[in-house]
């Protein structure tokens, strides 16, 4: 088994998040609606997948990165939800035909496959196109949930899409129509869950935390923050008692959470490697894959940086060398030469751009510390 993977962490992989994991098992199990808000690949989705995993409850995850139009959203939510309804569909020829008939303008069809029974929908997507099928859809679903007596998990992965789509949505005249849709649905709900994420911040909290918009007050809000070290600690001396029969070195389990400055992804990329390979990690081997890690995001990590202003440039080379914790201070304007006014602006921008973040001790540091490797490295 993989227990340091580096895209979704389940069972005996998943670390820790004993917090977290409760309240989201609560908010869901109450119909409590909730948000997971994190910066990219701090297991957001291990999260979700792991309460499901241990809640047993069906569910359906609906993926909206490639959402650009109203009729993608439809489509997504259409297959989702003819998914989910399979799985509650019940047995008896009468309940099953009940069912259905609520999705009866879908045009349902109950077909045989490989793997069993599937229901299709076949839509007139002439009669389609409006906000207000969204929330008719959804609204379904849960009334087809409460009939059958089950609890449901709709989760919304890279939310934020949606936002995008309203803003530049010529055919409605409010510009978050989508999301007033998906809201008018969501509390009038019994028997469904949902549950939001994506890898934006900034616009999510927009999307939950500003007055003028449909979702303002109506979802639990759960922050993922870093894992502590000692929880990391005691996982990874575990997992190399099972592979060596003996803990890692004290100055090499701390090298590793050094370097990865305790970023889950870069957690699993390090010890991923010396688990698959089978070698007991050593200092130099630990320091020179560190170094290939870094090399290997050059290019993509290069990039980015020359998508900054100059200002923002000059202000990341200074937090990766020297986190601080009054980053707009006269002493750190003076050191990068620029003014407080830009330096306030350049703050603001890497921050919601998640390039930098305020860590528990409320120093302001660069985000990925493959990024902050890198700077080093160039000077």
Same mark, same amino acid.
């Given at each position: 088994m993989d227990y340091f993977p580096i895209n979704v962490a389940q069972g005996k992989a998943f670390c820790n998040r004993k917090k977290e994991r409760s309240l989201l098992k609560e908010f869901i199990k109450n119909g409590r609606h909730s948000v997971i808000?994190? %910066?990219? @690949?701090?297991? *957001?989705? /291990?999260?979700?997948?792991q309460v499901l995993l241990e809640l047993g409850l069906k569910h359906v995850i609906m993926e909206l990165t490639m959402a650009v139009t109203l009729k993608d959203v439809e489509q997504i939510i259409i297959k989702s939800v003819s998914e989910l309804l399979q799985s509650i569909l019940p047995t008896p020829s009468k309940a099953k035909?009940?069912?259905?008939?609520?999705? *009866?303008?879908?045009?349902?069809?109950?077909?045989? /496959?490989?793997?069993?029974?599937?229901?299709?929908?076949?839509?007139d997507w002439? *009669?389609?196109?409006?906000?207000?099928?969204?929330?008719?859809?959804?609204?379904?679903?849960?009334?087809?949930?409460?009939?059958?007596?089950? @609890?449901?998990?709709?989760?919304?992965? $890279? &939310?934020?899409?949606? #936002? $995008?789509?309203?803003?530049?949505s010529e055919k409605n005249e409010n510009e978050y129509a989508i999301e007033a849709a998906i809201r008018n649905a969501m509390q009038y709900c019994k028997n469904t869950s949902y549950v939001f994420s994506g890898s934006h911040r900034q616009m999510l909290f927009?999307? &939950?935390?500003?007055? #003028?918009?449909? &979702?303002?007050?109506?979802?639990e809000i759960i922050?993922? $923050? @870093?894992?502590?070290?000692?929880?990391?600690? #005691? &996982?990874?001396? /575990?997992?190399?008692?099972?592979?060596?029969?003996? %803990?890692?070195?004290?100055?090499?389990?701390?090298?590793?959470?050094?370097?990865?400055?305790?970023?889950?992804h870069y957690i699993n990329r390090l010890c991923g490697y010396f688990w698959i390979i089978g070698e007991y990690p050593t200092l130099d081997a630990i320091e020179n894959y560190w170094g290939e890690i870094v090399q290997s995001k050059k290019s993509e990590l290069t990039e980015d940086i020359f998508n900054l202003s100059k200002n923002q440039r000059k202000l990341l080379s200074y937090l990766a060398h020297q986190p601080d914790e009054q980053p707009g201070s006269s002493k750190v304007c003076t050191a990068i030469g620029i003014s407080e006014a830009s330096n306030r602006q350049a703050l603001k921008a890497l921050c919601a751009k998640d390039y930098v973040y305020q860590s528990k001790d409320n120093l302001y540091k660069v985000l990925d510390p493959a990024m902050a490797s890198l700077i080093r490295l160039l000077g």
């Open positions: 808000v994190a %910066p990219r @690949r701090y297991g *957001k989705t /291990s999260l979700i997948n035909q009940k069912i259905l008939g609520l999705f *009866k303008w879908l045009n349902p069809e109950l077909t045989l /496959s490989a793997h069993g029974q599937k229901i299709v929908f076949h839509p002439n *009669k389609l196109g409006e906000v207000n099928s969204i929330a008719e859809i959804l609204k379904k679903l849960d009334e087809a949930a409460t009939l059958v007596n089950k @609890r449901v998990v709709i989760v919304m992965d $890279e &939310f934020q899409q949606l #936002s $995008e789509i309203g803003s530049s927009s999307m &939950f935390n500003d007055k #003028s918009r449909p &979702f303002y007050n109506s979802c922050t993922i $923050e @870093r894992i502590e070290r000692s929880e990391y600690q #005691s &996982f990874i001396q /575990s997992l190399a008692i099972d592979r060596w029969r003996k %803990p890692l070195e004290d100055p090499c389990i701390n090298r590793i959470l050094d370097l990865s400055e305790l970023h889950p």
